[in-house]
């Protein structure tokens, strides 16, 4: 049984990182950054992230000093070449599908706002969400199941349908249909991440492949308009529900 202590300790830290991703505060209200083309909220969102970090790390520290995120060094590469094909294929795909569908591009984005907002910015938004997603949430709630048949399977299940219905909240103000697309994808994204934590227990490797899934987001910064192509979002769904079939398929093979 994993003590009451952690166990409260670790499911108050998802919550508060989980609201400091969603909310962007307390960064968004003493933060107000302007740099070229960058929209300031990037920088707020990032300033975010290393907050929720640093309150991470001390907690890790003092509070949950038993508590393992799996954050090590060692087979990177291979469990990379095992797990992380798929993803690189998909990003692919679905980055094309985003170009054919936002051309002709309307917008000329600095190079600092590409960089920012299409790369670094999607290097935080992996670590956070991988940390409090796969190496808090779904690590908890596999410990609640305990020695219980299947107990990786749920835990994997059930953090990537809250992962899913977290994402309603940012597509808010998009069409319904997009709404609902981009919760049933980040589901089974989530599934594909976390199945890949379950198999190599090193959380260096979701955070990987879910950096390299978000970069095929890049094309956006050469539109003007936020919505989805219908191509994107048809490759979007069919890939990802795959991505999410390749997940289920892992976490049960033996």
């Not at 998802?14 to 300031?40: K, S, Y």
């Not at 002709?104 to 910015?121: A, D, H, L, Q, W």
Request: glycine share 6%; charged share 10%.
């Amino acid at each position: 049984m994993i003590n009451k202590r952690i166990s409260i300790s670790v499911t108050i830290l998802t919550i508060v990182m989980t609201f400091m991703e969603m909310t962007a505060l307390p960064a968004a209200l003493f933060c107000n950054i302007q740099i070229r083309d960058i929209e300031p909220i990037y920088f707020s969102l990032m300033i975010n992230f290393v907050l929720a970090f640093a309150l991470c790390y001390v907690c890790r520290k003092t509070i949950i000093k038993e508590w393992n995120f799996g954050l090590q060094f060692q087979n990177i590469p291979n469990d990379l070449k095992k797990y992380g094909i798929p993803s690189l294929v998909a990003t692919l795909i679905v980055a094309v599908a985003f170009c054919i569908g936002l051309s002709p591009f309307n917008n000329k984005p600095t190079i600092y706002r590409v960089i920012v907002e299409g790369v670094v910015y999607y290097i935080g938004v992996a670590i956070m969400e991988e940390i409090y997603l796969r190496g808090l949430l779904q690590n908890i709630i596999e410990k609640w199941f305990g020695i219980r048949n299947n107990a990786a399977l749920f835990a994997v299940i059930i953090s990537s349908a809250l992962f899913g219905f977290g994402h309603i909240f940012g597509a808010l103000g998009q069409p319904i249909l997009t709404i609902i697309c981009k919760a049933v994808w980040a589901t089974a994204l989530g599934i594909y991440f976390g199945a890949v934590y379950v198999k190599t227990r090193n959380l260096w490797i979701p955070i990987i492949l879910h950096f390299i899934v978000d970069l095929c987001g890049i094309p956006f910064c050469f539109a003007k308009s936020n919505q989805y192509p219908t191509i994107g979002l048809v490759c979007c769904l069919s890939t990802y529900l795959l991505l999410g079939l390749y997940g289920i398929y892992i976490i049960r093979k033996k």
